[in-house]
């Protein structure tokens, strides 16, 4: 069965204090890991995809990179308007699902 | 303007009573999926949808069914809701499963 565990499940930052998210995964057959921002009542927005071990991406203050075991987002010089519940999800080679992490909630004071 | 459109936004029913929760896509998209969220559960998969007249249970599917009569829509059905379906429901739709997935604004469900 997939299991991906996100830590911590909340962090509060100052403004500009620079920081990481991690998602642990165990997975038999990574066919993607996804991230996602989530504002509160709203639906999940897409950020990144990760496929293999060594990838990176960057989207103005994010980046996300992956290990064989984990992905971290690195937050650098967070804002208020980053504020929100970041979620992990992988996919899985032999199922046509996705497994969804219960999130880390950030929290970036002015 | 790409998007996934679910309604009602919010609902409040009483058990027993069948209800249906609709959801369009404008993207073409063939994956299509439900989830629901609740508080310390993250988001957990109902029923997914690979193509037309092609579904499938995901981790969660009792009390649930669905349809795929069309592409761009995959209503969810509870055919007689119980309280503990009460929750935020989304819809996604997305080109396969393993790429970047469109939400829709969310169903805020409530069975009294």
């Known amino acids: 069965e997939d299991q991906v565990t996100q830590s911590p499940e909340a962090l509060r930052l100052q403004e500009g204090e620079s920081s990481s998210l991690n998602c642990s995964y165990t997975v038999s057959g990574l066919r993607g890991l996804f991230w996602y921002r989530q504002d509160p009542g709203k639906g999940p927005e897409f950020l990144f995809t990760?496929?293999?071990a060594g990838e990176e991406k960057e989207k103005e203050r994010l980046k996300a990179t992956l290990t064989k075991k984990e992905s971290f987002l690195h937050i650098t010089a967070p804002k208020p308007e980053d504020s929100a519940t970041y979620l992990c999800?992988?996919?899985?080679?032999?199922?046509?699902?996705?497994?969804f992490g219960k999130g880390t909630m950030l929290l970036v004071s002015p | 303007e790409a998007q996934v459109t679910q309604n009602p936004r919010y609902l409040i029913t009483v058990t027993g009573k069948k209800l249906t929760v609709t959801c369009s896509q404008n993207?073409?998209?063939?994956?299509m999926s439900w989830y629901r969220q609740d508080p310390g559960l993250g988001l957990r998969q109902i029923y997914y949808s690979m193509n037309v007249e092609v579904t499938d249970k995901g981790d969660v599917p009792e009390g649930y069914k669905v349809s795929r009569k069309e592409k761009r829509n995959f209503p969810l059905i509870l055919e007689s809701p119980s309280p503990n379906q009460t929750s935020l429901y989304f819809c996604a739709s997305s080109k396969g499963v393993n790429t970047e997935a469109f939400f829709g604004q969310g169903t805020r469900l409530t069975v009294v």
């Open positions: 993207m073409n998209h063939e994956y």
């Open positions: 999800a992988v996919g899985n080679s032999g199922y046509s699902t996705l497994t």
């Open positions: 990760l496929y293999s």
